[in-house]
Nanobody, 121 residues
Framework: QVQLEESGGGLVQPGGSLRLSCTAS????????LAWYRQAPEKQREWVAS??????????SYLDSVKGRFTVSRDNAKNTAYLQMNSLVPEDTAVYYC????????????WGQGTQVTVSS
């Protein structure tokens, strides 16, 4: 089955930036919706951002706390989705997961293994 793998996490100072990547082992175009979730210690996993099949702004959605700071996109030719994170704050510290959902021929949801993002001085 197709797998998703995140990369690009690391340690950054508050106000810094990171670009996360999510690469599919097979065509990522199958996923009608690509989303990013995160899970901080002692907290439940929460949705962060989603991008539809076109990758345009009209199909992007964001958690209120990351609006204006994060940008989600996808490049089907590279089988990769991205999460550009700017103006990072300590509250952004979490393991970030890539999520893909396909609806044809049936609904299937795939999760990546996660990549650690730590925002600290």
């Amino acid at each position: 089955q197709v797998q998703l793998e995140e990369s690009g996490g690391g340690l950054v100072q508050p106000g810094g930036s990171l670009r996360l990547s999510c690469t599919a082992s097979e065509s990522i175009a199958r996923f009608y919706v690509l989303a990013w979730y995160r899970q901080a210690p002692e907290k439940q996993r929460e949705w962060v951002a989603s991008v539809g099949s076109t990758g345009s702004a009209n199909y992007e959605s964001y958690l209120d706390s990351v609006k204006g700071r994060f940008t989600v996109s996808r490049d089907n030719a590279k089988n990769t989705a991205y999460l550009q994170m700017n103006s990072l704050v300590p509250e952004d510290t979490a393991v970030y997961y890539c999520n893909g959902i396909q609806f044809t021929p049936g609904r299937v949801e795939i999760w990546g293994q996660g990549t650690q993002v730590t925002v600290s001085s």
